[in-house]
């Protein structure tokens, strides 16, 4: 039975746009997020490795290569074991650069575009085999089936418009699978559904076919096995032993498919979102090849013995008209027509992501009207279809160009043993360090121009180069001379790349790539420093080069990713926001446009600090990579993490700073001492942490002292004592200063304390001499003072002697508090409560400080109202109010005014003592109350007048503070409130 093109057409548009609709719902999130993310889908969709090939190709490849064609299975099947060593570490790269190609990763390690250039040239070249063989096998699967004979040379024009057709309508199916939005975040969701469910396609028809075709052949399985008994060449053909060469290059090559060929290095790390995923993938993936593999030799039975004119090629399809079944033939089509449409739209997405990265955006800048602002994300969608459309174009110009001459498997072989020349630079990504731009370069074009002359070129002319020619005489069948051109390429390619990279240098570039691509991913970056004083301009210097959209979205999204704001000063996190842009830009325009758009918008400054590392950098790599350190690595962790302990428990405070200051420790004791936290200024310049601690410690780094003993702070928290030390650290040739900060203010104030309680031993021992020597000469005034009342009886005289006998009592009483004072640090608190009156008390005071002549004249307002009486003694408040009134004369300007006032509530009398005069320091208002401690000139104060206030006032129950300057006489004055209990005889 035969189907009309007009039928096969709408049938496959038909198939093409059900795989379009699964990958619009599948992004529309119209599915079940469990079904798309599920990881058998992923592993579903890396089922594109058996395009076309693996439904038609793969039966011929088993005729003439016999079991050897199971390497096309064992060889990505042996990639996905060797997860752990292999893919899984370039997956890990990948994802934490933004890598999505190979192009993009050695370009990545080798540090050059040059690399991403020459890497995308000659995977198209590579490719375009491979391309060829969906284009054809599409072509001739439709003639076939619309035909109803063996393909022959006079179907050449409906081959070519068959293929043609087929071309527009994939470029177009494309553009709509992979290319229809672009941001630095591509993701195809759609695209891994649909290729997981053609996947299934492909297989079902596959088996179908086998087992159907089986039946109606042989009868049975028994029959096939009967059939083979008695048919011993074929079983002699089929297991014909390939040289042994032959075999394990094949192995190699489809080894390598796994990482150099671009439709699975894409599907593998580029659109894989979990490492998860290749959890599943190392046993799914070989599972699924495995099944895909079985119906394989079946087939070619049941065609031999049914002696199918068509080639072997397409026995699955011939056996499934010969069987009768139309809907088999149409279902194995549709899997052809998927598996081949997979293939390309996989292909050239990668292709033409690689190609606008290194052949276009090098020599072609985005430029908008005017050569101002421009949609990037536009410039960049719109060229990628354009170059899909013409990756597209050349597949079916090569297509054509080769003609009818060349079988699947020869393509297949071509195609692979092409792609296998990236191997080795694969290979040194992981594991050889040393290798250079120099070598791999120089490798990669001796291996390509070998290929190129020895393979590529016989497929347009049909003849070898004579330079090729002898190597051809070893060959027993022509198709074995890729063995020969192969092996020569691969080994000189992996030899010029090891002799050229050990003779030439590896530039400090390349180092830190590899160590950033090495397995175990401890790498070192060093710290530079950016001219910015604040992320937000990272946004404007990157308009010029992106356009305003692009810039503020790839800002936007770096600031999202990093958990950081527009406000940030810190030079960490502002080196932090450019890498990230970087990567996330590498994935948007490949790491080498990336690296040369940052390089211009964000250069390092000149003064790079050397080779220091950024340890703030290294410290929250390492902590976020914990779990996947062993061995060796994973004690030196250990061992980080002890020292690191030790220096956030140490009971002093430790901060660490680079040459140009940037803190690079700063331990929990400093921030207790500070009261800033380590996380706010980690990564930070000295010069940004608040004052007084910026200034305090640029101050002394700033001198030529090692230490500083003693130095008082002011912070919001009182006045501080620390001791600072600092030392400079040249371990492994870093250039850094060590703070070391000792917090003494306990210490100090315990120090304060002792000198208090020894002025006031001091203070004791004088108190007691003078007591001693006044006591003796006013004990004989007060006797004679006694005396003359009993001796006189003039009024005057007794008035005189008792005034004298009065005064002698107020000196004892006088030199008795000093002796307690200084004995306690306060009054005798034995001592009864009175009534006192505060109006005659103040007027009492006032009277006495009257009889000093030599005073300036001041004028004493006494406004405090005669009902006040507070509960004291009169004796000591009148030694208050002669020391308050005392200092605010001596502060007052000649012919001042002092004010007194007193107001009472239920409990408390208020008293204020006001002067105008200058005032008192801010800074001096809490030590004007501590013993000997004095404003005054050297020999006009002994510091213990307010001592003693304070001193009777906290005896009393009372309290004492100092307001200055006045508010209402603007910066001049200071009053002075006392709070006292007022009297209440029920409570004595």
């Not at 030079?571 to 790491?591: K, M, Q, T, V």
């Not at 942490?689 to 030529?704: H, N, R, V």
């Amino acid at each position: 039975m035969t189907f009309s093109i007009p039928t096969l057409l709408l049938v496959g548009l038909s198939y093409l746009l059900l795989l379009f609709a699964i990958a619009y719902a599948a992004e529309r999130r119209l599915l079940p997020s469990k079904l798309v993310n599920h990881p058998a889908t992923y592993v579903l969709s890396l089922g594109i490795y058996a395009s076309s090939f693996a439904i038609y190709g793969a039966v011929g490849f088993a005729k003439s290569y016999g079991y050897s064609f199971l390497n096309f299975y064992i060889g990505l099947s042996a990639a996905m074991i060797l997860l752990p060593i292999m893919l899984m570490p370039l997956h890990q790269i990948c994802k934490s650069y933004r890598l999505n190609s190979l192009a993009d990763l050695l370009s990545f390690r080798f540090r050059s575009s040059w690399v991403g250039s020459l890497v995308t040239v000659f995977t198209a070249i590579a490719i375009w085999p491979l391309l060829a063989i969906q284009i054809q096998t599409v072509s001739e699967s439709t003639l076939i089936l619309s035909l109803g004979h063996a393909l022959d040379s006079g179907d050449h024009a409906y081959r070519r418009l068959t293929a043609l057709g087929f071309c527009i309508i994939i470029a177009v199916f494309t553009i709509l699978f992979g290319s229809r939005n672009l941001t630095s975040k591509d993701s195809h969701r759609g695209l891994v559904t649909a290729l997981a469910f053609e996947s299934i396609i492909k297989m079902c028809a596959l088996l179908l076919v086998g087992i159907l075709s089986t039946y109606a052949i042989f009868g049975s399985f028994d029959g096939l096995q009967a059939w083979l008994d008695s048919k011993p060449a074929i079983l002699a053909a089929i297991n014909t032993p390939q040289p042994a060469d032959s075999s394990r290059l094949m192995l190699i090559m489809f080894f390598a498919a796994a990482v150099c060929m671009p439709h699975l290095f894409h599907m593998l790390f580029s659109e894989n979102p979990s490492a998860k995923n290749l959890a599943t993938a190392s046993w799914g993936l070989p599972l699924f090849l495995l099944i895909m593999s079985l119906p394989i030799l079946p087939i070619l039975w049941a065609g031999s013995a049914r002696g199918l004119e068509l080639p072997a090629d397409y026995y699955a399809l011939g056996l499934s008209i010969e069987i009768g079944k139309p809907w088999l033939s149409v279902l194995l089509y549709l899997g052809g027509l998927s598996a081949a449409s997979g293939a390309i739209i996989v292909t050239t997405l990668a292709l033409a992501s690689m190609s606008l990265n290194y052949l276009v955006l090098p020599i072609m800048r985005p430029k908008g009207p005017r050569g101002r602002d421009i949609d990037i994300y536009r410039w960049l969608l719109t060229s990628r279809q354009l170059l899909i459309c013409v990756i597209i174009l050349i597949g079916f110009v090569f297509y054509e160009l080769i003609g009818e001459s060349q079988s699947l498997s020869h393509l297949a072989m071509t195609s692979a043993s092409g792609c296998v020349q990236f191997l080795p630079g694969v290979l040194a990504v992981l594991y050889w360090p040393r290798a250079n731009r120099n070598g791999f370069i120089s490798g990669l074009c001796v291996g390509f121009g070998i290929w190129i002359i020895g393979i590529i070129v016989p497929m347009f002319s049909g003849a070898q180069p004579s330079f090729f020619k002898h190597f051809y005489l070893y060959s027993n069948e022509q198709d074995q001379f890729w063995v020969l051109i192969t092996s020569l390429s691969l080994a000189l390619n992996g030899l010029v790349f090891i002799i050229v990279s050990l003779m030439s240098e590896t530039s400090p570039e390349e180092r830190r790539a590899a160590e950033a691509c090495t397995i175990d991913d401890l790498n070192r970056p060093s710290r530079h420093s950016l001219n910015l004083h604040h992320a937000g301009e990272i946004k404007s210097r990157l308009q010029d080069a992106l356009g305003d959209r692009a810039a503020a979205q790839e800002f936007k999204r770096a600031l999202d990713e990093l958990q950081m704001d527009e406000l940030e000063t810190r030079p960490y996190a502002l080196r932090r926001i450019r890498d990230r842009i970087e990567i996330n830009l590498s994935s948007l325009i490949g790491p080498s446009s990336a690296r040369r758009v940052i390089d211009r918008a964000l250069p390092y400054t000149d003064n790079v600090m050397g080779d220091s590392e950024d340890i703030t950098y290294i410290e929250a790599r390492l902590e976020s990579y914990q779990t996947h350190l062993t061995g060796l690595a994973a004690d030196l962790d250990s061992l980080r993490r002890y020292h690191r302990q030790t220096l956030e428990d140490l009971p002093i405070g430790v901060c660490a700073l680079g040459r140009d200051q940037e803190i690079l420790l700063w331990n929990m004791s400093m921030a207790e001492i500070t009261h800033i936290n380590a996380n706010a200024v980690t990564g930070s310049r000295l010069a940004g942490l608040p004052e007084p601690w910026s200034s305090c410690l640029q101050d002394f780094l700033a001198s030529s002292d090692l230490h500083r003993s003693k130095f008082s702070v002011e912070t919001d928290k009182g006045l501080r004592w620390l001791n600072l030390h600092r030392t400079e650290s040249q371990l492994l040739g870093r250039d850094e200063l060590i703070v070391v900060v000792e917090d003494i203010t306990d210490t100090q104030l315990l120090e304060h304390e002792l000198t208090h309680q020894e002025r006031l031993a001091s203070i004791g021992r004088l108190a007691a001499g003078v007591a001693h020597e006044i006591g003796n000469p006013v004990t004989g005034i007060a006797c004679l003072a006694q005396n003359l009342r009993y001796e006189s009886d003039n009024p005057d005289t007794l008035e005189a002697a008792s005034q004298i006998v009065k005064q002698t009592q107020r000196i004892s009483s006088i030199v008795h508090s000093l002796v307690n004072f200084a004995h306690t640090g306060h009054q005798d608190p034995t001592q009864a409560s009175e009534a006192v009156s505060v109006r005659n008390c103040v007027s009492e005071a006032v009277q006495l400080l009257s009889l000093d002549h030599e005073a300036r004249h001041i004028h004493y307002n006494n406004n405090c109202p005669e009902s006040i009486i507070v509960a004291g003694d009169n004796q000591r408040l009148m030694q208050v109010f002669i020391n308050l009134l005392s200092n605010a004369r001596d502060a007052s300007p000649e012919d001042g005014m002092i004010t007194i006032d007193a107001s009472s509530d239920e409990d408390n009398a208020h008293i204020t003592v006001t002067d105008h005069g200058t005032g008192i320091d801010e800074k001096l208002q809490k030590q004007i109350f501590e013993p000997f401690f004095t404003t005054k000139e050297p020999g006009k104060g002994t510091g213990l007048g307010l001592a003693l206030v304070y001193s009777i006032i906290n005896d009393l129950d009372g309290e004492v503070s100092i307001e200055s300057p006045v508010p209402e006489f603007g910066s001049n004055g200071t009053r002075i409130h006392i709070q006292l209990s007022t009297y209440r005889p029920e409570l004595l």
